[in-house]
T-cell receptor, first 112, second 115 residues
Framework: LAKTTQPISMDSYEGQEVNITCSHNNIATNDYITWYQQFPSQGPRFIIQGYKTKVTNEVASLFIPADRKSSTLSLPRVSLSDTAVYYCLVGDIENYGQNFVFGPGTRLSVLP | ETGVTQSPTHLIKTRGQQVTLRCSSQSGHNTVSWYQQALGQGPQFIFQYYREEENGRGNFPPRFSGLQFPNYSSELNVNALELDDSALYLC??????????????FGSGTRLTVV
């Protein structure tokens, strides 16, 4: 069961690019890396998922180095509405539930 | 396409009572997971159901039980409620074909308060 380590909190200003790094030193061969966003009193929302190299969608990019022992979520030009908790999860997506462990996440505060 | 719906949204129960929480999975999703989220912490995995069978369980006592129905909706039952069971209970659904691209879809949760 891979464990992850990410910063507890980060501050940024509107319009800046935010990069949140997650460490997962014991990632297994079949494990994917998934990021979720959560606002207060709401369920987590899927942001992006990847296995290696770089993945990009309409809201974020995910950078994964060759050794896959870390990953970086990149949020371009953040706004106040991006203030939320961001979770990095690592696990086999075929056995998602029991293997995907949420840590305390990174609390991102976007300031005006 | 509807998302994941949970009911009720809020609930207050007395210690020792029993509670049932309900979840309607997203259309086309046959896998449902339940999570408990205490204030200020990340969600903790309770158990997962796939095609009406439990196929994974976290570190929760047997008084936490569940069901999945033929339409893939699900229930979480908690017996003998304790004060520490006060939390946001989240339901998440997925399908094997969507998991790689879309992950799990979470509902907004049920806020349970045990007094």
């Amino acid at each position: 069961l891979a464990k992850t380590t990410q910063p507890i909190s980060m501050d940024s200003y509107e319009g800046q690019e935010v990069n949140i790094t997650c460490s997962h030193n014991n990632i297994a061969t079949n494990d994917y890396i998934t990021w979720y966003q959560q606002f207060p009193s709401q369920g987590p929302r899927f942001i992006i998922q990847g296995y290696k190299t770089k993945v990009t969608n309409e809201v974020a990019s995910l950078f994964i180095p060759a050794d896959r022992k870390s990953s970086t979520l990149s949020l371009p030009r953040v706004s106040l509405s991006d203030t939320a908790v961001y979770y990095c999860l690592v696990g086999d997506i075929e056995n998602y539930g029991q293997n995907f462990v949420f840590g305390p996440g990174t609390r991102l505060s976007v300031l005006p | 396409e509807t998302g994941v719906t949970q009911s009720p949204t809020h609930l207050i129960k007395t210690r020792g009572q029993q509670v049932t929480l309900r979840c309607s999975s997203q259309s086309g999703h046959n896998t449902v997971s339940w999570y408990q989220q205490a204030l200020g912490q990340g969600p903790q995995f309770i158990f997962q159901y796939y095609r009406e069978e439990e196929n994974g369980r976290g570190n929760f006592p047997p008084r936490f039980s569940g069901l999945q129905f033929p339409n893939y909706s699900s229930e979480l039952n908690v017996n003998a409620l304790e004060l520490d069971d006060s939390a946001l209970y989240l339901c998440a659904s997925s399908s094997p074909t969507d998991r790689a691209s879309d992950g799990y879809t979470f509902g907004s949760g049920t806020r349970l308060t045990v007094v």
